[in-house]
């Protein structure tokens, strides 16, 4: 049982995809500064595939986790909102 769901006072939400199911990738790295790089590593891969920009989504827990990220987005022009 986690934490969160332990939680009372938690809203419940139902996330759901209006465009059906779709792969999830979760990364892990070292610093801030090497996950904003592989990141951007594997949107790259994903482009060069032949998704668009705008079907990838970065989920973050926190808005200072966005720095590095965005950061990397600019630096690549990678469009981003």
């Known amino acids: ?3 969160i769901s332990n939680n009372k006072i938690r809203f419940q939400k139902d996330i759901k995809s209006n ?3 779709g792969n ?4 892990e790295y ?3 500064a090497k996950e904003a790089e592989g990141i951007i590593t594997e949107i ?3 482009k ?3 998704k668009s920009f705008d079907e990838t989504v970065i989920l973050y827990r926190n808005h200072s986790d966005a720095r590095y990220i965005v950061d990397r987005l600019i630096q690549q022009k990678i469009p981003f909102f």
């Open 24 to 27: 999830i990738h979760i990364l």
């Open 48 to 50: 060069e595939n032949g």
């Open 30 to 32: 070292e610093d801030e």
């Open 44 to 46: 790259l891969k994903l």
């Open 1 to 3: 049982m986690s934490l």
């Open 19 to 21: 465009k059906g199911a």
